[in-house]
């Protein structure tokens, strides 16, 4: 074996150490840790999660949920319990410096006025903003319907991970070992404990223990920005206390979150000379020089000429320099992984670290799960870091741009060069995709192919599936296509045949039917494993093109209707208000296509509708035919 790390610098075992095994080991019960715990029990995986904190956060921290992030937690049935809880943000509004050395509104924007290709279109017109221990206490709720509760109190002293190339790629072996120390044992009782796991995933934030034993550099630089940060219920008379704000103002820049209940997130910029007084020889924060009451006469000053007071409590605050960082890798040999700010740390007023990281277990999870099951090659393992590499690179890149507009000095009669308005509306709605969520895309990749784009001209292939209302063909119900891709790891066939009334265009749907289910057809050859056929793998949607009055949804072969609720029709609803725009918004012609989406809910291709032989060969690139199990 080769060790990576040991804290106590002895790889010897205490006699009588306790041993156990698991599935996956996840060190960090943050966001992201706790996503994947979400994820992967759900999954049925064997998963076990610990945490060195003695409890969970309760107060502060993160507190934004983009539009995807809510989408994702709507596939895990999370996303009703967010939006009753959370606060909603539609609005935007940009305040600058005036003449009289005050600050006056110069205007406000929705998101969804920003967004206006249907891919970017989100299902969900605004952000919800939620301290991150109410949001954590949902993903513990979820996970503790599978069994898993987080284990606290527990330190990882010692990471070792063998160097036998055969045990590394074994599906069934146990390459990882990890020994634990409780932090609240009794004296004279063992307090450790020897892990096996056939994976580790390192959750454990900006200063991960796993990132650095593993030898990971952070890429990427410091700023010189020195921001506050305090969370309290303040009394005012400024108009847009309840919407999100981007400030300018002579005294520096602030930004408002508005919270749940009355509560609001202010965030300040310092001064050049606060920000050296806060700063310690090494550089670093310390926190014992100032008090959040400084924080809120620099906050009272940036809000001039409104009222700002304080009377209710401070229920948590910070001080921190905004750096900008990637890891250089997201794995060692795909079995032991990083996630979250483990992987990425950036400024918060994008309001994008919670989501990225749980985004990020979000889309390790799945790929884990089939490996695990011997579904698909380890290769698909190499694909987290080639996705969410590039996505936390472009995060970083958009970061900088944006770090640098808000804390940049405001346009004024004496400074001429200084940030205006226009170019933070503008900023706002050229990342306004990026930011949501919505607009992120994957690159082409043995999961992303790309080859018949064409067929859904307004699907991105790499992005996630669009929302949609359509009509189940059977009894004319709406449904939100979202809604029907949930998260529980299946792939998503989503066959839009066209108008069936057709001769021609229901001869290719029996071609499909009849190739797919053939010995050599994808959904024989990779959806089989057990006897629940290939449906455990593979849940096959039909999308009709017609009218409710007139489709006959039984004329569709068996195999793309394997019940009569899983085929559905692009039509209006009875009243007329909604529906009907699937084709036509998705870019797919009368020919029709064939979506494949991953359990993730992003594309992976998209095929004609007799396609079969090129969907077989899209799976044959990642996951294992039933044979070779």
């Not at 009451?293 to 700002?308: D, N, V």
């Not at 958009?398 to 400074?415: I, Q, R, V």
């Not at 290939?534 to 394997?562: C, N």
């Amino acid at each position: 074996m080769e060790a990576v790390y040991d804290s106590e610098s002895t790889n010897v075992a205490p006699l009588h150490m306790k041993e156990s095994s698991v599935d996956v080991l996840i060190i960090g019960a943050g966001p992201a840790g706790l996503m994947a715990a979400t994820a992967l029990s759900k999954a049925g995986v064997t998963v076990r999660i610990i945490d060195n904190r003695f409890k969970r956060v309760e107060v502060g921290q993160a507190d934004g949920i983009q539009p995807r992030t809510i989408e994702v937690f709507k596939s895990y049935g999370l996303a009703d319990r967010l939006i009753e809880e959370g606060n909603h943000i539609y609005l935007s509004a940009f305040y600058n410096p005036t003449p009289e050395g005050g600050i006056a509104l110069s205007g406000r924007s929705s998101r969804a006025k920003a967004t206006v290709h249907v891919a970017q279109k989100g299902r969900y017109p605004f952000s919800v903003t939620l301290h991150q221990g109410a949001i954590e206490s949902m993903l513990h709720d979820s996970m503790r319907e599978n069994g898993v509760e987080v284990q606290r109190s527990l330190q990882p002293t010692m990471l070792e991970l063998s160097d036998d190339d055969n045990e590394i790629s074994h599906v069934d072996s146990y390459p990882v070992k990890v020994t634990l120390r409780s932090l609240k044992s009794v004296v004279g009782e063992n307090d450790t404990e020897l892990v096996h796991a056939k994976y580790v995933l390192g959750s454990d934030g900006a200063h991960s223990w796993v990132r650095k034993e593993l030898g990971i550099s952070m890429e990427g630089e410091q700023t010189n920005y020195v921001w506050g940060v305090v969370d309290t219920v303040p009394e005012t008379d400024f108009p847009d206390i309840r919407n999100k704000c981007a400030i300018h103002s002579e005294s520096g820049s602030c930004m408002i979150i508005p919270r749940e209940g009355d509560v609001v997130r202010l965030y300040s910029q310092l001064s050049d000379e606060d920000a050296q007084e806060v700063l310690n020889t090494k550089g670093r924060i310390d926190r014992s020089i100032w008090g959040p009451e400084r924080l809120l006469e620099i906050c009272k000053k940036q809000l001039y000429p409104y009222q700002l007071t304080f009377p209710n409590e401070i229920t948590w605050w910070a001080l921190y320099i905004i750096g900008q960082r990637v890891a250089s890798a997201y794995s060692k040999s795909e079995r032991i992984f990083i996630a979250g700010d483990a992987c990425h740390t950036h400024s918060p007023k994008a309001g994008q670290g919670m989501n990225a990281s749980m985004n990020d277990s979000h889309n390790l999870s799945w790929k884990l799960a089939y490996v695990l099951r011997g579904w698909a090659d380890r290769s698909l393992l190499k694909t987290y870091e080639f996705e969410r590499r590039k996505y936390a690179q472009d995060l970083i890149d958009f970061d900088k741009e944006w770090a640098k507009l808000f804390s940049g000095k405001p346009h004024s009669e004496t400074n001429k060069d200084g940030v205006t308005h226009e170019e933070m509306f503008k900023a706002a709605e050229k990342f306004g995709g990026f930011t949501s969520g919505i607009g992120i895309r994957y690159a082409p990749s043995p999961i992303t192919d790309v080859a018949y784009q064409s067929l859904a001209t307004n699907l991105p292939i790499g992005a996630r599936m669009a929302p949609q209302i359509i009509l189940r063909a059977s009894d004319a119900r709406p449904y939100e296509l979202q809604d029907l891709l949930p998260s529980d790891t299946r792939f998503k066939v989503l066959v839009f045949a066209g108008d069936i009334a057709s001769g021609t265009q229901l001869a290719k749907l029996e071609k499909l039917a009849a190739e797919a289910t053939s010995e050599s057809g994808f959904l024989s050859r990779y959806g089989h494993r057990s006897d629940k056929g290939w449906e455990e793998v593979f849940e096959v949607l039909t999308i009709l093109d017609g009218t409710k009055e007139t489709a006959d949804y039984t004329k569709v072969p068996a195999t793309l209707r394997p019940h009569w609720s899983k085929v559905f029709i692009d039509d209006t609803d009875i009243t007329e208000s909604q529906g009907g725009e699937a084709y036509e918004s998705f870019g797919i012609s009368s020919e029709g296509a064939v979506v494949i989406v991953r359990p993730d809910g992003y594309i992976g291709m998209v095929a004609p509708v007799d396609g079969a032989k090129e969907i077989g060969d899209y799976f044959a690139a990642f996951l294992t035919p039933v044979s070779s199990n």
